[in-house]
């Protein structure tokens, strides 16, 4: 069965540094989303992304977030400058044409120190 | 924008119990998603379940969408289930994301 892959599964990074989490959709998805869960609250939608463009964000994907699709492969999300409250498991998920079912993927840990 | 409130937010059981799990939301919605959250922070999918009744193995849901709920039955629970179980819901506004639900957090006990 086609899934979503997340790497890397956890990474501990220093305040203040660049990360960038990668996802491989299922590959003939065309919507592609971000979102984040800080330990113990609910799932909260960062972003979406269809024809090489944001379609949507939410009011927590700022200007330290981007994403990008590098290749017919894989989209990243990338924070600039992470801060301690950027602490979270980030989920990445992919939706096909004309359907609504969403496939997760297994989530990447960040904890930022 | 859409509110989604899951009840009960806490359950505990012993195993071999059955439960059911309540999924409310505010507005229309053109799907709904049932996933568990297993104790390394995955998210599984249980079920894509915009209207109607769906089983699987000890597991079955109900979306009754013109009444704005959702309900998760889990029959003969395991200590295996524990975890926390999330729906969510893809509006009908025009937007294309999933809005998450509240949770509800169940621990079976052995």
């Known amino acids: 069965e086609p899934e979503v892959t997340q790497t890397p599964s956890h990474q501990v990074t220093q305040m203040g540094q660049e990360v960038i989490l990668r996802c491989v959709p299922i590959?003939?998805?065309?919507?592609f989303y971000w979102y984040r869960q800080i330990l113990g609250q609910k799932v909260e939608f960062l972003v979406s992304f269809y024809n090489n463009e944001i379609s949507e964000k939410s009011e927590i994907f700022d200007d330290q977030f981007s994403v990008e699709r590098p290749d017919g492969s894989n989209f990243t999300l990338k924070i600039r400058s992470t801060k301690l409250e950027d602490s979270a498991m980030y989920f990445c998920?992919?939706?096909?044409?004309?359907?609504?079912?969403?496939?997760f993927g297994q989530g990447t840990r960040l904890t930022v120190v | 924008g859409i509110q989604v409130e899951q009840s009960p937010p806490d359950l505990i059981l012993q195993e071999g119990a059955n439960s059911t799990l309540r999924c409310n939301f505010s507005d229309s919605v053109n799907n709904l998603q049932w996933f568990h959250q297993n104790p390394w922070g995955q998210l599984i999918n249980l079920f894509y379940i915009p209207s109607g009744t769906k089983q699987n193995g000890r597991l079955s849901a109900t979306t009754v969408a013109t009444e704005r709920y959702s309900l998760l039955y889990i029959s003969s629970s395991q200590t295996t289930d524990s975890g926390v179980y999330f729906c969510a819901v893809h509006t009908t506004s025009g937007t294309y994301k999933y809005i998450f639900g509240t949770g509800t957090r169940l621990k079976v006990l052995a």
């Open positions: 590959s003939n998805h065309l919507y």
């Open positions: 998920a992919s939706t096909a044409k004309g359907r609504t079912e969403a496939f």
